[in-house]
């Protein structure tokens, strides 16, 4: 049986400049009840305890944890000031099963910074073992199957400032412009890449403002040739030379945002678009795959669902169908640094998202289109239309397909065969899959197994490489995790886990 603890030190932090501090201050939780927490006997004459102190703030960021909102504890010291180079141990007794208890003894690190967590196993030895042969099949199947998703941006740039989105903050889009050339990426790939299947080219900005996007693309197609491009763009700059490098150089997928079927509401949203250049850029997308008798790139389309467009989402589903779209991903509006709660969030309205997403699905067997969705949220309340803006295609109908001026030469298409779900069967148990097949790049540095993870695996250096991260021990620990379901405190914010992004496909 696993139990996992949760701890944070909030004094002394090393902004207190203290040295040898006379008490410790922080709180501790338990995925367990805590029946009591002592001092060990070694200790006691030394050290006293107080635990049980309100701490709502837990309570509120930690649910599900017993005990949560009284969990605040103070160490104070006798005669003896604390080392804070060592650890400070604690005997705790937990509730098991049905009144069965269990004392265990746990370590608190007071030289740490941030929260932390231990995990305690009554059979670890065997666990561990476990874990380890599946970590070595998991790599030897790598080996055959190549199935990482590298996630990454190749700029910091955006032509867009979008009302949800983290770049019309200025300490955003002013920074510095950083522009990954196609040698850097070639370089960071060198050793990773027999086990990627494929590279996203852009998580939080457009790839296409780039000026070494053509050329990392060619880079991409000639020295791995097995790894699928995927790339999201808001279409603005997809013209007709970048439609050319799509339709040559073998892009895969291609994720393109538009949160609307109006002129009005997709350019209040999506602030600088223009709907109609946009929208012609992707016909003529959709026209070259119909010339050339090409089934790539993939066309999806990225909607995020708000208060003041789901209205527009039934009807999406057409236009989705006039442009030769094959899935199109509804997803809510996610929280970000700037904000947690947005007016246009729908999980402030939770029944007109439970109305309007019947609509949806409705639509998209009508039109035999595939979407992924949400799930319903849960609540018995129902959302009464009133008022409801009426939708029609006129905006949509009155644009024609931008002209190639571009001559496509040679449009190839490439056949891939790499890895996956049901080439790691061993996986199965595993609450999560991301640390197994992804590598999130953030500001061409840091590197995580998602993007919502919030604890870095480590840094892009001279000493530290993709594959290194991606092996290392730190890696495997997360991937341990969530073999064995355990609690990873990393993964609270995650949309997934908050119904806010879709999973599966719904029709």
């Given at each position: 049986m696993v139990i996992n603890f949760l701890y944070c030190i909030d004094f002394p932090k090393k902004s207190d400049n203290v040295e040898k501090p006379d008490q410790i201050r922080g709180w501790l939780i338990c995925s367990n009840r805590i029946i009591n927490i002592v001092i060990p006997e070694t200790l006691k004459d030394n050290y006293r305890l107080e635990y049980g102190s309100p701490r709502p703030d837990v309570a509120k960021f930690f649910r599900g944890f017993p005990g949560n909102d009284e969990c605040g504890y103070i160490i104070s010291s006798n005669n003896e000031p604390f080392n804070l180079q060592q650890n400070f141990f604690l005997d705790v007794e937990v509730d098991i099963f049905r009144g069965k208890t269990k004392k265990l003894r746990i370590a608190l690190d007071l030289s740490a910074t941030s929260i932390q967590d231990i995990e305690v196993d009554d059979d670890e030895k065997n666990i561990l073992a476990k874990t380890n042969k599946i970590e070595e099949k998991f790599v030897n199947s790598l080996k055959k199957h190549p199935w990482i998703t590298v996630r990454m941006d190749i700029t910091n740039k955006c032509n867009l400032h979008c009302i949800m989105c983290h770049y019309k903050e200025e300490e955003i889009y002013s920074k510095p412009a950083k522009n990954i050339t196609a040698d850097q990426l070639k370089h960071q790939l060198k050793d990773i890449a027999p086990f990627v299947s494929n590279i996203m080219l852009s998580c939080g900005f457009e790839p296409l403002m780039s000026k070494h996007f053509p050329d990392i693309v060619t880079m991409l197609n000639d020295n791995f040739p097995h790894i699928e491009i995927d790339l999201c763009t808001n279409g603005m700059l997809l013209n007709s030379k970048a439609r050319k490098v799509f339709i040559e150089k073998n892009i895969s997928h291609v994720i393109l945002s538009f949160d609307g079927v109006t002129k009005q509401t997709l350019e209040k949203i999506r602030v600088g678009a223009d709907y109609g250049k946009i929208i012609g850029n992707i016909m003529a997308l959709r026209d070259l795959k119909l010339k050339y008798k090409r089934n790539l790139p993939t066309m999806f389309m990225d909607f995020v669902l708000m208060n003041s467009n789901i209205h527009e989402a039934p009807l999406f589903v057409q236009l989705c169908a006039a442009l030769g779209i094959e899935i199109i991903d509804f997803r809510h509006l996610v929280g970000n640094i700037f904000f947690n709660e947005h007016e246009e969030m729908l999980s402030n309205n939770r029944e007109k998202y439970n109305y309007f997403r019947k609509l949806i699905i409705a639509e998209s067997k009508k039109f035999n289109i595939k979407v992924r969705l949400p799930e319903p949220f849960d609540t018995a309340a129902i959302w009464t239309p009133e008022n409801i803006p009426t939708v029609d295609l006129s905006d949509f109908n009155s644009v024609q397909p931008d002209i190639q001026t571009e001559e496509i030469v040679n449009p190839i298409e490439r056949i891939h065969h790499n890895g996956k779900e049901s080439d790691f069967p061993f996986?199965?148990?595993?609450?999560?899959?991301?640390?197994?097949?992804?590598?999130?790049?953030?500001?061409?540095?840091?590197?995580?197994?998602?993007?919502?993870?919030?604890?870095?695996?480590?840094?892009?250096?001279?000493?530290?490489?993709?594959?290194?991260?991606?092996?290392?021990?730190?890696?495997?620990?997360?991937?341990?995790?969530?073999?064995?379901?355990?609690?990873?405190?990393?993964?609270?914010?995650?949309?997934?886990?908050?119904?806010?992004?879709?999973?599966?496909?719904?029709?």
């Open positions: 996986l199965s148990e595993a609450s999560c899959l991301r640390p197994f097949n992804e590598i999130m790049i953030i500001d061409q540095e840091k590197i995580l197994p998602c993007s919502y993870y919030s604890d870095a695996m480590g840094l892009l250096d001279e000493n530290n490489t993709l594959y290194s991260i991606f092996f290392s021990e730190r890696y495997q620990k997360v991937r341990r995790k969530k073999l064995l379901s355990r609690f990873d405190h990393n993964c609270l914010n995650c949309p997934i886990r908050l119904n806010l992004l879709p999973t599966d496909v719904v029709v």
